[in-house]
């Protein structure tokens, strides 16, 4: 009955009130600067009055105006309100006292902060704890953090619903290992009793950008690495920046002829791409249009800070990232740990917020969608990837990291049993990650400065460094700006000139020449630059390299003169043999994409330690061929069928999905694209 219902609402919010008006007297008796009496004193219950009016107003003010200051500053960037959280809070305190019609109560500012995160945080766990015992209520307090605003859970179908949990640069031996050590104690019961691990295996570009793109929209066609030159536009795509991820999505869109596996009822939670969905928050390829009712990019910082008890929560977490991460890298100094790569500078906010803030606000709109019985939900976490990167995959560090998103999945798995239909929950990664020490740590120049030098011209005495591309900073940057803006440093047209453009995907290397508008040859090559490709082929650090042969179509090479046309690799495998089955069909698949670069360089590759050298500042990388990077993992219910031979690709992902989705007997992803609907 209603009046239940409201009843045991006014109980827990009494209860609550009485929790709060007696952590306010306890943090008077104990802070110097926190009082609830006049100077001259007052009796007991003359301050008990005095902190239940405190208590009530404070908390009056947090669930008024607490949800429009956020509101408000969504307008500047998501790490600054994450600094202002303790000063509002503490502003809102200040307030609550000054409208006690006694006169009675003050707080320096700074006691002020402490007062309000506490009275906050015990606020949260009271209620908490007191809505878990009526699974209604816990209902409705989880859809009312995660921004639903409808009265009461909407009508589902009785059909299961999927929620897909990305678990960025998780590979399938890092995840066993952790299940094994412990780590993961949700995975290992999860695999004992109702799921089943599959290994699949990457294109040649093992990054977030190609495998994302595949997964969601069923196309990764033309996409050679994370960031690589169009001659046709003058312009470097960079997979995780804004404008490219939108581009990207039109053009799988246009060559798959769907919108995506989530156009029907479907969310997108913290992705580079929609997958079509209706629902979307945090998605970097809407980050670039104006705020509209279709583009939400940034709404899930609402939905989430408008708590002020999740505002506070997260806050602490970040501050207390940010000091591990400090702590945790300079013991790596002292120890002089092999390989190691820079980690200061806004590396450690960086980090903290991929560990702390990224992970809260999606798996907080997961919990909502479910709520909402949405039929098909996609939420990346990009935590260990960005953790990984820089400490190693199999770190200390990113193990911690590792229990901490076992714990959300926990998390996910309690919120689906008060969900309103049945959801089957599917863990998988994109990609994993290769470890070794760096391309210019290893031989003191980048592969830019090798390029130069086969090429004949100046390299500079101090080679400089070829920063991470790491998929967390575009979710820091896209959090940082308003959409639709782009500094000049991102609009990457670099001027037209003989010099090539050397860029770097992890341990795989493009280079092309942009004042020649379409792909060169090996002969143009040879005849242009003479010492070029055997320098390269000749390099201990380079495995192998790929290039248009107008003899033989495509051509690798490797050291000492070999050359081995592509549709002989199966034969020949040359120098591809190290880098295990497969290897020669991404290679070609790769070699028919027309913006692939004139030379696609693939660094060694230690076969025995499963090492590679990254082009790229980062001691555990991916984006080539090599080791653990193209081995991921597909985590998924044995109630659904169990996919067919190896998987292949990240296109053949899709279709699995697509296929379970169906098995649900869901709505089906429709066919036509977005531009036959509208003719």
């Known amino acids: 009955m209603w009046w239940r219902r409201v009843a045991s609402q006014v109980g827990r919010s009494v209860a609550v009130w009485v929790v709060s008006t007696l952590t306010m007297l306890v943090l008077a008796g104990v802070l110097p600067d926190f009082r609830l009496q006049s100077p001259d004193g007052d009796s007991a219950t003359r301050i008990a009055v005095t902190a239940a009016f405190g208590a009530g107003a404070f908390g009056l003010l947090s669930a008024l105006v607490w949800p429009l200051l956020v509101r408000l500053l969504l307008l500047v960037p998501a790490l600054v309100l994450g600094a202002l959280v303790f000063f509002l809070n503490g502003a809102l305190l200040l307030l609550a006292l000054d409208l006690n019609p006694a006169e009675r109560g003050d707080a320096a500012p700074e006691t002020a902060v402490v007062v309000a995160a506490v009275m906050s945080a015990v606020a949260s766990a009271t209620g908490g704890a007191l809505a878990v015992r009526d699974d209604e209520a816990y209902r409705r307090r989880l ?48 695999l004992e009793r109702t799921h089943r691990l599959t290994p699949w295996r990457t294109d040649w570009s093992s990054q977030t950008g190609a495998s994302q793109l595949g997964i969601l929209h069923g196309s990764n066609h033309d996409v050679p690495a ?23 999505q039109r053009r799988a869109v246009r060559h798959s002829g769907h919108d995506g596996l989530l156009a029907v009822d479907g969310a997108s939670r913290g992705n580079l791409f929609s997958g079509g969905a209706e629902e979307q928050a945090l998605v970097l390829s809407i980050a670039t249009r104006r705020r509209s009712r279709e583009n939400r990019s940034r709404a899930g910082y609402f939905a989430y800070f408008s708590d002020p008890a999740n505002a506070v929560r997260t806050a602490l977490s970040f501050i207390a990232e940010v000091g591990r991460e400090i702590g945790q890298s300079t013991k790596a100094r002292a120890r002089k740990t092999r390989p190691r790569v820079g ?42 990837d960005e953790v990984a990167h820089h400490s190693g995959p199999r770190s200390r560090d ?13 998390l996910i798995e309690n919120v689906a049993e008060h969900a309103p239909r049945p959801y089957r929950i599917v863990v998988l990664s994109d990609h994993g990650q290769s470890p070794g020490e760096t391309f210019r740590t290893r031989y003191g120049l980048t592969l830019g ?34 959409p639709g803006r782009e500094g000049r440093r991102e609009k990457y047209r670099p001027a037209r000139g003989s010099e090539p453009i050397v860029l770097a995907s992890g341990n795989l290397g493009l280079v092309s020449f942009p004042d020649v508008h379409h792909r060169m040859s090996k002969e143009e090559i040879d005849a242009r630059h003479p010492a070029l490709l055997t320098t390269l082929a000749n390099h201990p650090g380079i495995g192998f390299l790929l290039v248009r042969s107008e003899e033989h179509g495509g051509v690798v090479l490797g050291p000492f003169g070999t050359e081995i046309p592509v549709d002989r690799l199966d034969e020949v495998p040359g120098p591809l ?8 069909d991404v290679v070609r698949r790769t070699h028919s994409f027309p913006h692939t670069a004139d030379i696609m360089v693939n660094s060694w590759y230690d076969p025995e330690e499963g090492e590679v050298l990254a082009f790229e500042e980062q001691i555990g990388s991916h984006g080539g061929l090599g080791g653990a990077q193209a081995k991921p993992f597909l985590l998924s219910p044995r109630a659904l069928s169990e996919p067919e031979g190896e998987i292949v690709g990240a296109e053949r992902i899709h279709r699995v999905l697509r296929g379970w989705l169906d098995e649900a007997g869901g709505p089906q992803v429709p066919l036509e694209s977005a531009e036959e609907k509208a003719a």
Request: charged share 25%; aromatic share 8%.
């Open 143 to 190: 859809y009312r953090l995660a921004d639903r605003r409808r009265r009461s859970i909407p009508a589902c179908p009785a059909t299961p619903g999927m929620v897909f949990v990305q678990l960025d640069g998780v590979g399938h031996d890092v995840l066993l290992d952790a299940v094994g050590k412990g780590l993961m104690p949700t995975v290992g019961r999860w």
């Open 226 to 248: 994370f960031r690589w030159y169009e001659k046709d536009r003058g312009e470097v795509m960079v997979s995780n920046r804004p404008t490219s991820a939108a581009e990207l």
């Open 343 to 384: 980690r200061g500078g806004l590396y450690p906010f960086v980090r903290a917020f991929a560990t702390v803030v990224e992970r809260d606000v999606v798996v907080a709109a997961v919990m909502g969608d479910m709520l909402a019985g949405r039929t098909a939900v996609y939420a990346d976490l990009v935590a260990y």
């Open 398 to 410: 990113a193990e911690k990291v590792l229990e901490r998103l076992d714990r959300a999945l926990a």
């Open 449 to 482: 400065d090798l390029v130069r030098a086969g090429c004949g011209l100046p390299v500079s005495r101090k080679a400089e460094r070829t920063h991470s591309g790491a998929e967390a900073r575009a979710a820091v940057r896209a959090a940082l700006r308003r």
């Open 577 to 584: 043999a190290e880098f295990g089955v497969g290897a020669a």
